[in-house]
Each structure stands twice: as structure tokens, then as C-alpha cells.
């Protein structure tokens, strides 16, 4: 079975910092990788996702992950990060062909002015 | 607005009561979940359907049942509350299987007194 390691359980960043948010994951087959982000009182919103092929993803909102197999992680990247990023951010595995995400414990990210 | 419909939004239940969580999709999804989601925790699988007709457990169904009513209605029953089900618990859906990501409600936050 298949688990995530979120590393940070909050991370406060200033306004226009870079920001990364740490992910590890186990498993003993190819796998499937998410983040996804949840605002204050929503539910949880696909930020980005990995299935095969290049290892560098990006969002739409210029957030960006790589996977790396080796190392069996798939950390989440934003090089600018805005007052509305103030969220928290949730990392999720699935092994290839199944129907279940595994979700690591989420990363609460709050942007200060 | 298309997407996944929960209710009620907020529930406040005594020990031993039951009750039932309602969840709809409008995206003609095929599989259907409930999640429940825990300061600390990140989310955890309760049950799952695959498909019309097909239900599943996953990492925590112990003192839930579910019903998949057909293809949009996904609904999730407690027999008799426990403080422990206090939770905010969240339905999601997907085309099939975790390689489109899923789409989530906006989630009921329940407590059990």
C-alpha cells in the first residue's frame, strides 16, 4: 500500500518569497502523483498532477512540482507567492489503475504582507 | 454550477443518534468517495464506489455505511454516532479511477455531542 510524508506541517512565508512544500511518498509500483489545495472552509481543488512522462508539472497560478523516482518525492514549488496562496496544500498518491488517493497530513501555508 | 453537492453543510448530533450524509455529482462521474478530514490527519478514505452498483471500505469504515443510489448519489449513514465521527467529512468524484483527479464538495462538518 501506498503512503505520503508531508515534512512541514506549516510554513509562514513573506509576500513575493519563493516557497517549496516537501512530499514523500512510498510505494512498490508505479504511481500517480496530486496536489491539491484547500482554502479557508472549501473543499479540496486539484492543483497539479503527475501521471508519466516529463518529471516538472506546472499549475496554471505558476506553482510547479517535480518528481523524483529516485528519491521518491514530488516537492511543490512557487517562486513569487501571493497573499491569496494562504491556504493549505494537501500531496496525494495512487498506485497506477487503482480508484483510491492516499493524502499526506497537509502543509499550511499562511503569506504575509 | 456543475459539480459535487453535499448536505447538509453543518450537523450537530447526540451520542447514539444516526443520521445520513447526502452527496450528488452532476459530471456523470462513475466513481464516488467519502473522505473524512481531521486536524492532523490530512483526509482518510471511508468508503468507495467504483461504480453504479459496487461499494468498497477503505482506511477507516468501521461505524459508517454507504449507498450508492445510482450513477449521481452517493450517500454515507451513521447507525449510532460516536464522539470519535466529530469530523468534517468531504464526498468526492472522478471519471474512473484516480488518473483524472477528483472533484470535491464543499464539505459537512459534523460533531457529535
Known amino acids: 500500500a501506498q503512503s505520503v510524508t508531508q515534512l512541514d506541517s506549516q510554513v509562514p512565508v513573506f509576500e513575493e518569497a519563493p516557497v517549496e512544500l516537501r512530499c514523500n511518498y512510498s510505494?512498490?509500483?508505479?504511481?500517480?502523483l496530486f496536489w491539491y489545495v484547500q482554502y479557508p472552509n472549501q473543499g479540496l481543488q486539484l492543483l497539479l498532477k503527475?501521471?508519466?512522462?516529463?518529471?516538472l508539472v506546472e499549475s496554471i497560478n505558476g506553482f510547479e512540482a517535480e518528481f523524483n523516482k529516485s528519491q521518491t518525492s514530488f516537492h511543490l514549488r512557487k517562486p513569487s507567492v501571493h497573499i491569496s496562496d494562504t491556504a493549505e496544500y494537501f500531496c496525494?498518491?495512487?498506485?497506477?489503475?487503482?480508484?483510491?488517493?492516499?493524502f499526506g497530513a497537509g502543509t499550511t501555508v499562511t503569506v504575509r504582507a | 454550477n456543475a459539480g459535487v453537492t453535499q448536505t447538509p453543510k453543518f450537523q450537530v448530533l447526540k451520542t447514539g443518534q444516526s443520521m445520513t450524509l447526502q452527496c450528488a455529482q452532476d459530471?456523470?462521474?462513475?466513481?464516488m468517495y467519502w473522505y473524512r478530514q481531521d486536524p492532523g490527519m490530512g483526509l482518510r478514505l471511508i468508503y468507495y464506489?467504483?461504480?453504479?452498483?459496487?461499494?468498497d471500505k477503505g482506511e477507516v469504515p468501521n461505524g459508517y455505511n454507504v449507498s450508492r443510489l445510482n450513477k449521481r448519489e452517493f450517500s454515507l449513514r451513521l447507525e449510532s454516532a460516536a464522539p470519535s465521527q466529530t469530523s468534517v467529512y468531504f464526498c468526492?468524484?472522478?471519471?474512473?479511477?484516480?488518473?483524472?483527479?477528483?472533484?470535491f464538495g464543499s464539505g459537512t462538518r459534523l460533531t457529535v455531542v
Open positions: 459530471m456523470n462521474h462513475n466513481s
Open positions: 503527475y501521471l508519466s512522462g516529463s518529471t
Open positions: 496525494a498518491v495512487s498506485e497506477s489503475n487503482d480508484y483510491k488517493l492516499s
Open positions: 510505494s512498490s509500483v508505479s504511481v500517480y
Open positions: 464506489s467504483a461504480s453504479e452498483g459496487t461499494t
Open positions: 468526492a468524484s472522478s471519471e474512473g479511477g484516480s488518473f483524472y483527479g477528483y472533484t
